[in-house]
Protein backbone atom coordinates (compact mmCIF):
# COMPACT_ATOMS: atom_id res chain seq x y z
CA UNK A 1 0.00 0.00 0.00
CA UNK A 2 1.60 3.20 -1.30
CA UNK A 3 0.78 6.87 -0.02
CA UNK A 4 0.62 8.74 -3.01
CA UNK A 5 -1.26 12.08 -3.54
CA UNK A 6 -2.92 13.84 -6.87
CA UNK A 7 -1.94 17.51 -7.13
CA UNK A 8 -5.14 19.12 -9.25
CA UNK A 9 -5.19 21.87 -10.66
CA UNK A 10 -8.85 22.56 -11.55
CA UNK A 11 -10.93 24.74 -13.84
CA UNK A 12 -9.19 22.85 -17.03
CA UNK A 13 -11.12 22.08 -20.17
CA UNK A 14 -10.93 18.66 -21.34
CA UNK A 15 -10.70 17.79 -24.82
CA UNK A 16 -9.74 14.96 -26.94
CA UNK A 17 -9.52 10.76 -27.05
CA UNK A 18 -9.33 8.27 -24.28
CA UNK A 19 -9.79 4.48 -24.23
CA UNK A 20 -11.68 2.86 -21.67
CA UNK A 21 -9.49 0.02 -19.85
CA UNK A 22 -11.12 -3.53 -19.01
CA UNK A 23 -13.15 -3.75 -16.26
CA UNK A 24 -11.95 -4.73 -12.79
CA UNK A 25 -15.12 -6.26 -11.71
CA UNK A 26 -15.05 -8.83 -14.74
CA UNK A 27 -11.03 -9.35 -14.36
CA UNK A 28 -11.56 -10.33 -10.91
CA UNK A 29 -13.74 -13.38 -10.96
CA UNK A 30 -12.70 -14.52 -14.30
CA UNK A 31 -8.91 -14.61 -12.92
CA UNK A 32 -10.35 -16.85 -10.15
CA UNK A 33 -12.39 -18.60 -12.35
CA UNK A 34 -9.21 -19.32 -14.60
CA UNK A 35 -8.44 -22.52 -11.82
CA UNK A 36 -11.67 -24.17 -12.94
CA UNK A 37 -9.66 -26.01 -15.48
CA UNK A 38 -6.21 -27.20 -15.79
CA UNK A 39 -5.16 -25.56 -18.72
CA UNK A 40 -3.85 -22.77 -20.07
CA UNK A 41 -5.84 -19.46 -19.81
CA UNK A 42 -4.66 -16.66 -21.94
CA UNK A 43 -6.82 -13.57 -20.86
CA UNK A 44 -6.53 -10.09 -22.75
CA UNK A 45 -7.90 -6.12 -21.92
CA UNK A 46 -6.83 -6.77 -18.10
CA UNK A 47 -6.78 -3.66 -16.28
CA UNK A 48 -3.37 -2.89 -14.90
CA UNK A 49 -4.18 -1.90 -11.24
CA UNK A 50 -3.36 -3.41 -7.88
CA UNK A 51 -6.44 -5.23 -6.93
CA UNK A 52 -5.35 -7.56 -10.47
CA UNK A 53 -1.96 -7.67 -8.69
CA UNK A 54 -3.32 -9.07 -5.37
CA UNK A 55 -5.16 -11.82 -7.41
CA UNK A 56 -2.08 -12.58 -8.96
CA UNK A 57 -0.63 -12.99 -5.82
CA UNK A 58 -2.79 -15.37 -4.61
CA UNK A 59 -2.43 -17.47 -7.87
CA UNK A 60 1.15 -17.39 -6.82
CA UNK A 61 0.64 -18.29 -3.12
CA UNK A 62 -1.72 -21.19 -4.58
CA UNK A 63 1.52 -22.41 -6.42
CA UNK A 64 -0.50 -21.03 -9.59
CA UNK A 65 2.00 -19.66 -12.80
CA UNK A 66 1.45 -16.64 -14.31
CA UNK A 67 2.98 -14.14 -17.27
CA UNK A 68 2.02 -10.61 -17.64
CA UNK A 69 2.87 -8.91 -20.81
CA UNK A 70 0.97 -5.36 -21.75
CA UNK A 71 -2.98 -6.10 -20.94
CA UNK A 72 -1.92 -10.22 -21.52
CA UNK A 73 -2.41 -12.37 -18.62
CA UNK A 74 -1.61 -15.88 -18.87
CA UNK A 75 -2.55 -18.18 -16.17
CA UNK A 76 -1.33 -21.82 -15.90
CA UNK A 77 -3.35 -23.74 -13.66
CA UNK A 78 -1.55 -27.39 -13.78
CA UNK A 79 -1.93 -27.61 -10.47
CA UNK A 80 -3.43 -25.84 -7.43
CA UNK A 81 -2.22 -26.04 -3.62
CA UNK A 82 -5.04 -27.62 -1.12
CA UNK A 83 -3.64 -24.66 0.95
CA UNK A 84 -5.38 -21.88 3.62
CA UNK A 85 -5.73 -18.58 2.01
CA UNK A 86 -4.06 -16.46 4.69
CA UNK A 87 -5.31 -13.31 6.53
CA UNK A 88 -2.12 -10.81 5.11
CA UNK A 89 -3.83 -11.65 1.61
CA UNK A 90 -7.37 -12.11 2.16
CA UNK A 91 -7.36 -8.24 4.06
CA UNK A 92 -6.06 -6.55 1.20
CA UNK A 93 -8.52 -7.80 -1.23
CA UNK A 94 -12.20 -8.29 -0.48
CA UNK A 95 -12.76 -10.12 -3.66
CA UNK A 96 -10.17 -12.89 -2.35
CA UNK A 97 -14.18 -14.46 -1.00
CA UNK A 98 -14.09 -15.20 -5.25
CA UNK A 99 -11.15 -17.67 -4.95
CA UNK A 100 -13.90 -20.02 -2.90
CA UNK A 101 -16.12 -21.33 -5.83
CA UNK A 102 -13.64 -21.92 -7.93
CA UNK A 103 -11.69 -23.92 -4.48
CA UNK A 104 -14.28 -25.70 -3.64
CA UNK A 105 -14.98 -26.86 -7.04
CA UNK A 106 -11.62 -28.24 -7.70
CA UNK A 107 -10.44 -29.26 -4.35
CA UNK A 108 -13.44 -30.22 -2.48
CA UNK A 109 -11.92 -28.12 -0.03
CA UNK A 110 -11.41 -24.50 0.87
CA UNK A 111 -9.97 -22.36 3.66
CA UNK A 112 -9.74 -18.73 3.83
CA UNK A 113 -9.27 -16.44 6.33
CA UNK A 114 -12.65 -14.31 7.12
CA UNK A 115 -12.53 -11.31 4.98
CA UNK A 116 -12.44 -8.45 7.44
CA UNK A 117 -15.06 -5.37 7.06
CA UNK A 118 -14.75 -3.03 4.36
CA UNK A 119 -15.40 0.82 4.66
CA UNK A 120 -17.89 1.07 2.33
CA UNK A 121 -20.57 -0.74 4.59
CA UNK A 122 -21.09 -4.08 6.61
CA UNK A 123 -21.24 -6.82 3.35
CA UNK A 124 -22.23 -10.25 5.03
CA UNK A 125 -20.91 -13.68 3.37
CA UNK A 126 -24.02 -15.81 4.22
CA UNK A 127 -25.22 -15.38 0.39
CA UNK A 128 -22.08 -17.02 -0.77
CA UNK A 129 -22.54 -20.04 1.59
CA UNK A 130 -25.76 -20.70 1.34
CA UNK A 131 -25.35 -20.74 -2.21
CA UNK A 132 -22.30 -23.71 -1.52
CA UNK A 133 -24.69 -25.37 1.09
CA UNK A 134 -27.32 -25.60 -2.10
CA UNK A 135 -24.68 -27.03 -4.25
CA UNK A 136 -23.97 -29.93 -1.54
CA UNK A 137 -20.94 -28.42 0.57
CA UNK A 138 -20.86 -28.23 3.98
CA UNK A 139 -19.50 -25.15 5.73
CA UNK A 140 -17.42 -25.65 9.41
CA UNK A 141 -17.26 -23.35 11.99
CA UNK A 142 -13.10 -23.14 12.59
CA UNK A 143 -12.24 -20.04 14.52
CA UNK A 144 -12.00 -17.19 12.00
CA UNK A 145 -11.17 -19.69 8.77
CA UNK A 146 -14.00 -20.07 6.35
CA UNK A 147 -14.26 -23.88 6.09
CA UNK A 148 -15.77 -25.21 3.33
CA UNK A 149 -15.92 -29.09 2.41
CA UNK A 150 -17.64 -31.43 -0.21
CA UNK A 151 -17.58 -34.97 -1.76
CA UNK A 152 -19.09 -33.76 -4.50
CA UNK A 153 -20.92 -30.79 -5.70
CA UNK A 154 -24.65 -31.54 -7.18
CA UNK A 155 -26.79 -29.48 -9.20
CA UNK A 156 -29.65 -27.59 -7.32
CA UNK A 157 -32.47 -24.93 -7.84
CA UNK A 158 -32.11 -21.92 -5.25
CA UNK A 159 -32.60 -18.39 -5.12
CA UNK A 160 -30.32 -16.24 -3.47
CA UNK A 161 -30.80 -14.37 -0.15
CA UNK A 162 -30.22 -11.10 -2.28
CA UNK A 163 -28.81 -10.29 -5.91
CA UNK A 164 -25.22 -10.00 -4.45
CA UNK A 165 -22.59 -9.83 -7.63
CA UNK A 166 -19.59 -11.80 -5.74
CA UNK A 167 -22.16 -14.32 -3.97
CA UNK A 168 -23.91 -15.39 -7.39
CA UNK A 169 -20.51 -15.01 -9.26
CA UNK A 170 -19.39 -17.58 -6.57
CA UNK A 171 -22.64 -19.56 -6.91
CA UNK A 172 -21.70 -19.96 -10.85
CA UNK A 173 -18.31 -21.16 -10.80
CA UNK A 174 -19.28 -23.52 -8.10
CA UNK A 175 -22.10 -24.93 -10.30
CA UNK A 176 -20.63 -25.61 -13.75
CA UNK A 177 -18.48 -28.16 -12.81
CA UNK A 178 -21.80 -29.75 -10.77
CA UNK A 179 -23.43 -33.20 -11.38
CA UNK A 180 -26.85 -32.45 -12.96
CA UNK A 181 -28.91 -28.85 -13.66
CA UNK A 182 -28.75 -25.91 -11.50
CA UNK A 183 -31.13 -22.94 -11.17
CA UNK A 184 -29.81 -19.75 -9.57
CA UNK A 185 -33.16 -17.24 -8.95
CA UNK A 186 -32.12 -13.70 -8.09
CA UNK A 187 -29.23 -14.19 -9.85
CA UNK A 188 -26.93 -10.54 -9.90
CA UNK A 189 -26.67 -9.59 -13.70
CA UNK A 190 -24.37 -6.98 -14.05
CA UNK A 191 -21.55 -7.00 -17.14
CA UNK A 192 -19.12 -8.45 -15.18
CA UNK A 193 -21.20 -11.18 -14.11
CA UNK A 194 -22.44 -11.33 -17.94
CA UNK A 195 -18.62 -11.47 -18.80
CA UNK A 196 -18.18 -14.21 -16.09
CA UNK A 197 -20.60 -16.47 -17.77
CA UNK A 198 -19.31 -15.89 -21.43
CA UNK A 199 -15.64 -16.73 -20.30
CA UNK A 200 -16.80 -19.76 -18.60
CA UNK A 201 -18.70 -20.87 -21.63
CA UNK A 202 -15.66 -20.11 -23.86
CA UNK A 203 -13.95 -23.02 -22.03
CA UNK A 204 -17.26 -25.27 -22.11
CA UNK A 205 -19.36 -24.39 -19.70
CA UNK A 206 -23.00 -24.36 -20.17
CA UNK A 207 -24.61 -21.57 -19.04
CA UNK A 208 -27.71 -19.90 -20.37
CA UNK A 209 -29.86 -17.02 -19.12
CA UNK A 210 -26.73 -15.17 -18.81
CA UNK A 211 -28.21 -11.20 -18.28
CA UNK A 212 -31.53 -12.24 -16.51
CA UNK A 213 -32.27 -12.69 -12.80
CA UNK A 214 -32.66 -16.60 -13.73
CA UNK A 215 -29.36 -18.72 -14.43
CA UNK A 216 -29.45 -22.31 -16.14
CA UNK A 217 -26.47 -24.26 -15.61
CA UNK A 218 -25.70 -27.25 -17.22
CA UNK A 219 -23.31 -29.22 -15.33
CA UNK A 220 -20.19 -30.48 -17.57
CA UNK A 221 -17.26 -33.20 -16.39
CA UNK A 222 -14.29 -30.45 -17.44
CA UNK A 223 -14.13 -26.97 -18.28
CA UNK A 224 -10.80 -26.59 -21.02
CA UNK A 225 -8.39 -23.53 -22.06
CA UNK A 226 -9.40 -20.32 -23.54
CA UNK A 227 -8.65 -17.09 -24.56
CA UNK A 228 -10.60 -14.69 -23.45
CA UNK A 229 -10.49 -10.72 -23.91
CA UNK A 230 -12.27 -8.83 -20.72
CA UNK A 231 -15.23 -6.62 -21.89
CA UNK A 232 -14.57 -2.95 -21.33
CA UNK A 233 -15.11 -1.38 -17.57
CA UNK A 234 -18.82 0.57 -17.88
CA UNK A 235 -18.04 2.11 -14.35
CA UNK A 236 -14.52 3.87 -15.38
CA UNK A 237 -16.49 4.54 -18.80
CA UNK A 238 -19.54 6.68 -16.86
CA UNK A 239 -16.34 8.00 -14.53
CA UNK A 240 -14.72 9.44 -17.89
CA UNK A 241 -18.35 10.83 -19.13
CA UNK A 242 -18.51 12.90 -16.36
CA UNK A 243 -15.41 14.33 -16.10
CA UNK A 244 -15.87 15.56 -19.23
CA UNK A 245 -19.06 16.83 -19.18
CA UNK A 246 -18.14 18.47 -15.37
CA UNK A 247 -15.60 20.64 -16.94
CA UNK A 248 -17.37 21.58 -19.86
CA UNK A 249 -14.98 19.60 -22.36
CA UNK A 250 -15.28 17.67 -25.49
CA UNK A 251 -14.04 14.59 -25.40
CA UNK A 252 -14.69 10.78 -27.42
CA UNK A 253 -14.38 8.24 -25.14
CA UNK A 254 -13.69 4.65 -26.67
CA UNK A 255 -14.28 1.30 -26.30
CA UNK A 256 -17.97 1.48 -24.61
CA UNK A 257 -20.68 -0.82 -24.43
CA UNK A 258 -23.40 1.47 -24.49
CA UNK A 259 -25.89 -0.94 -23.30
CA UNK A 260 -23.89 -1.90 -20.23
CA UNK A 261 -25.22 2.30 -18.76
CA UNK A 262 -28.54 2.46 -20.04
CA UNK A 263 -29.94 4.01 -17.28
CA UNK A 264 -27.21 6.24 -16.94
CA UNK A 265 -27.31 7.63 -20.15
CA UNK A 266 -31.11 8.69 -19.01
CA UNK A 267 -30.07 10.00 -16.24
CA UNK A 268 -27.24 12.27 -17.81
CA UNK A 269 -29.87 13.34 -20.42
CA UNK A 270 -32.21 13.98 -17.45
CA UNK A 271 -29.38 16.48 -15.96
CA UNK A 272 -29.27 18.35 -19.41
CA UNK A 273 -25.30 16.60 -20.78
CA UNK A 274 -25.03 16.99 -24.09
CA UNK A 275 -23.70 13.51 -25.22
CA UNK A 276 -23.74 11.64 -28.79
CA UNK A 277 -23.89 7.29 -28.46
CA UNK A 278 -21.61 5.57 -31.02
CA UNK A 279 -21.85 1.90 -31.31
CA UNK A 280 -18.78 1.61 -28.91
CA UNK A 281 -18.36 5.01 -27.74
CA UNK A 282 -19.69 8.60 -26.64
CA UNK A 283 -19.06 11.47 -27.65
CA UNK A 284 -19.31 14.36 -24.71
CA UNK A 285 -20.03 17.65 -25.42
CA UNK A 286 -20.67 21.13 -23.51
CA UNK A 287 -23.57 21.24 -21.85
CA UNK A 288 -25.26 24.60 -21.53
CA UNK A 289 -27.15 24.03 -18.23
CA UNK A 290 -27.75 21.32 -15.74
CA UNK A 291 -30.54 20.74 -13.94
CA UNK A 292 -30.73 19.05 -10.48
CA UNK A 293 -32.69 15.33 -10.74
CA UNK A 294 -33.47 12.35 -8.33
CA UNK A 295 -30.42 9.70 -8.34
CA UNK A 296 -31.46 6.20 -6.75
CA UNK A 297 -29.23 3.36 -7.13
CA UNK A 298 -30.19 -0.26 -7.16
CA UNK A 299 -28.92 -3.67 -8.67
CA UNK A 300 -28.06 -3.89 -12.27
CA UNK A 301 -29.82 -2.80 -14.64
CA UNK A 302 -30.77 0.07 -12.36
CA UNK A 303 -28.31 3.00 -11.67
CA UNK A 304 -24.67 1.34 -10.31
CA UNK A 305 -24.11 2.45 -7.02
CA UNK A 306 -20.35 2.38 -8.09
CA UNK A 307 -21.67 5.83 -9.84
CA UNK A 308 -23.34 7.63 -7.11
CA UNK A 309 -20.61 9.55 -6.03
CA UNK A 310 -19.00 10.55 -9.28
CA UNK A 311 -23.08 11.30 -10.09
CA UNK A 312 -23.33 13.28 -7.43
CA UNK A 313 -20.15 15.07 -7.88
CA UNK A 314 -21.79 16.33 -11.15
CA UNK A 315 -25.08 17.07 -9.42
CA UNK A 316 -22.91 19.68 -7.52
CA UNK A 317 -23.13 21.78 -10.79
CA UNK A 318 -26.59 21.45 -11.73
CA UNK A 319 -29.26 23.81 -10.72
CA UNK A 320 -32.00 23.57 -7.85
CA UNK A 321 -32.24 19.98 -5.40
CA UNK A 322 -31.11 17.25 -6.28
CA UNK A 323 -31.77 13.90 -3.61
CA UNK A 324 -29.44 11.22 -3.34
CA UNK A 325 -30.72 7.81 -2.43
CA UNK A 326 -27.92 5.20 -1.84
CA UNK A 327 -29.94 2.07 -1.41
CA UNK A 328 -27.23 -0.71 -1.49
CA UNK A 329 -24.47 0.73 0.98
CA UNK A 330 -24.47 2.46 4.67
CA UNK A 331 -20.85 3.80 4.12
CA UNK A 332 -21.30 5.22 0.48
CA UNK A 333 -21.96 9.16 0.87
CA UNK A 334 -18.59 9.47 3.01
CA UNK A 335 -17.24 12.08 -0.19
CA UNK A 336 -19.81 14.41 1.03
CA UNK A 337 -17.94 15.61 3.78
CA UNK A 338 -14.97 15.58 1.98
CA UNK A 339 -16.81 17.87 -0.68
CA UNK A 340 -18.05 19.49 2.25
CA UNK A 341 -14.17 20.79 2.34
CA UNK A 342 -14.44 21.94 -0.94
CA UNK A 343 -17.13 24.30 -0.66
CA UNK A 344 -20.04 21.96 -1.08
CA UNK A 345 -23.15 22.13 1.58
CA UNK A 346 -24.72 18.95 1.32
CA UNK A 347 -27.56 17.94 3.41
CA UNK A 348 -27.20 14.65 4.72
CA UNK A 349 -30.21 12.91 5.80
CA UNK A 350 -28.94 9.57 7.20
CA UNK A 351 -26.45 6.92 5.59
CA UNK A 352 -28.04 6.68 2.61
CA UNK A 353 -30.05 9.91 1.64
CA UNK A 354 -29.05 13.54 0.94
CA UNK A 355 -29.37 16.36 -0.45
CA UNK A 356 -27.36 18.28 -2.79
CA UNK A 357 -28.21 22.19 -3.94
CA UNK A 358 -26.26 23.81 -6.59
CA UNK A 359 -24.74 24.99 -8.26
CA UNK A 360 -21.66 25.18 -6.25
CA UNK A 361 -18.42 27.07 -6.75
CA UNK A 362 -15.97 24.26 -5.22
CA UNK A 363 -12.98 25.33 -4.11
CA UNK A 364 -9.22 23.67 -4.02
CA UNK A 365 -8.91 21.83 -0.49
CA UNK A 366 -6.62 18.91 0.77
CA UNK A 367 -9.17 15.99 0.73
CA UNK A 368 -9.09 12.18 1.34
CA UNK A 369 -9.96 9.51 -0.98
CA UNK A 370 -12.17 7.27 1.12
CA UNK A 371 -12.78 4.43 -0.87
CA UNK A 372 -12.25 3.77 -4.60
CA UNK A 373 -15.81 5.70 -5.84
CA UNK A 374 -15.15 8.08 -3.36
CA UNK A 375 -12.13 8.75 -4.36
CA UNK A 376 -12.98 9.25 -7.98
CA UNK A 377 -15.75 11.66 -6.76
CA UNK A 378 -13.04 13.75 -5.17
CA UNK A 379 -10.75 13.82 -8.47
CA UNK A 380 -14.20 14.86 -10.56
CA UNK A 381 -14.68 17.64 -7.52
CA UNK A 382 -11.51 18.90 -8.32
CA UNK A 383 -10.96 19.21 -12.05
CA UNK A 384 -14.19 21.51 -11.94
CA UNK A 385 -12.74 23.43 -8.50
CA UNK A 386 -10.94 26.56 -8.61
CA UNK A 387 -7.42 26.42 -7.59
CA UNK A 388 -5.46 23.19 -6.30
CA UNK A 389 -7.00 20.19 -4.63
CA UNK A 390 -4.61 17.94 -2.92
CA UNK A 391 -5.60 14.37 -2.41
CA UNK A 392 -4.93 12.11 -0.22
CA UNK A 393 -4.84 7.96 0.23
CA UNK A 394 -4.47 7.78 -3.55
CA UNK A 395 -4.24 4.13 -3.29
CA UNK A 396 -7.40 3.49 -3.55
CA UNK A 397 -8.17 5.34 -6.43
CA UNK A 398 -5.21 2.91 -8.02
CA UNK A 399 -6.55 -0.34 -6.99
CA UNK A 400 -9.44 0.49 -9.43
CA UNK A 401 -8.74 2.93 -11.62
CA UNK A 402 -5.93 2.11 -14.50
CA UNK A 403 -3.83 5.37 -14.07
CA UNK A 404 -6.59 7.55 -13.58
CA UNK A 405 -4.08 10.50 -13.58
CA UNK A 406 -1.99 9.94 -16.75
CA UNK A 407 -5.38 9.02 -18.58
CA UNK A 408 -7.05 12.39 -17.78
CA UNK A 409 -3.67 14.55 -17.99
CA UNK A 410 -3.74 12.83 -21.56
CA UNK A 411 -6.99 15.24 -22.54
CA UNK A 412 -5.64 18.38 -20.58
CA UNK A 413 -6.44 17.82 -16.81
CA UNK A 414 -3.12 18.72 -14.25
CA UNK A 415 -2.80 16.43 -12.02
CA UNK A 416 0.46 15.80 -10.06
CA UNK A 417 1.05 12.64 -8.03
CA UNK A 418 3.19 12.87 -5.42
CA UNK A 419 4.97 9.68 -4.50
N1 LIG B 1 -27.48 -5.50 -1.52
C1 LIG B 1 -28.79 -5.17 -1.35
N2 LIG B 1 -29.71 -5.72 -2.17
C2 LIG B 1 -29.36 -6.56 -3.16
C3 LIG B 1 -28.01 -6.89 -3.36
C4 LIG B 1 -27.08 -6.31 -2.52
O1 LIG B 1 -29.13 -4.41 -0.46
O2 LIG B 1 -30.23 -7.06 -3.87
C5 LIG B 1 -26.51 -4.90 -0.63
C6 LIG B 1 -25.71 -5.90 0.15
O3 LIG B 1 -26.33 -6.25 1.36
C7 LIG B 1 -24.42 -5.17 0.33
C8 LIG B 1 -24.31 -4.35 -0.95
O4 LIG B 1 -25.60 -4.25 -1.45
O5 LIG B 1 -24.47 -4.32 1.42
C9 LIG B 1 -23.41 -4.92 -2.01
O6 LIG B 1 -23.66 -6.25 -2.17
P1 LIG B 1 -22.92 -7.25 -3.12
O7 LIG B 1 -22.80 -8.51 -2.38
O8 LIG B 1 -23.60 -7.25 -4.45
O9 LIG B 1 -21.47 -6.60 -3.27
P2 LIG B 1 -20.16 -7.37 -3.61
O10 LIG B 1 -20.46 -8.56 -4.43
O11 LIG B 1 -19.36 -7.55 -2.39
C10 LIG B 1 -19.66 -6.13 -5.88
C11 LIG B 1 -18.58 -5.25 -6.44
C12 LIG B 1 -18.60 -3.90 -5.75
C13 LIG B 1 -19.96 -3.27 -5.98
C14 LIG B 1 -21.07 -4.22 -5.49
C15 LIG B 1 -22.46 -3.73 -5.83
C16 LIG B 1 -16.90 -6.78 -7.18
C17 LIG B 1 -15.57 -7.40 -6.94
N3 LIG B 1 -17.31 -5.92 -6.27
O12 LIG B 1 -19.39 -6.28 -4.49
O13 LIG B 1 -17.61 -3.11 -6.38
O14 LIG B 1 -20.07 -2.04 -5.32
O15 LIG B 1 -20.92 -5.50 -6.11
O16 LIG B 1 -22.64 -3.65 -7.22
O17 LIG B 1 -17.55 -7.06 -8.19
C18 LIG B 1 -16.14 -1.29 -6.59
O18 LIG B 1 -15.85 -1.69 -7.72
O19 LIG B 1 -15.82 -0.15 -6.17
C19 LIG B 1 -16.90 -2.17 -5.70
C20 LIG B 1 -16.89 -2.03 -4.39
Known sequence: MHTHRFLVTGGKKLEGQIKVSGSKNAALPI????????EPVTLTNVPDIADIATMEHILHFLGVETSVEGDT?????????????????????????????????????????????????????????????????EVLEDGDILHIKCDKLVGAKFTMTEASVTATENAIMAAVLA?????????????????????LNSMGAKITGIGTHKLKIKGVKKLKGT??????????????????????????????????????????????????????????????ELKAIRLQTAVFPSFPTDLQAPFATLLTQAKGTSFIFETLFDGRLQYLYELQK??????????????????????????SS???????????????????????????????YERLDEKLNSIGASIKRIK
Open 179 to 199: KGDTVIRLAACEPHVQDLCNF
Open 342 to 367: MGLEPRIINPYQAEITGPTKLIGASV
Open 227 to 288: KYRITSDYLEAGTLVIAAAITGGSVDILDVNPNHLDIFWQKLREVGVIFELGEDMVRVLPSP
Open 31 to 38: IAASLLTD
Open 73 to 137: MKINPKAVANVEIEHELVSKLRASILFLGPLLARNKEVRLAFPGGCVIGKRPVDAHLMAFEELGA
Open 370 to 400: CDLRAGAAVVLAALAAEGETEISNVYYIDRG
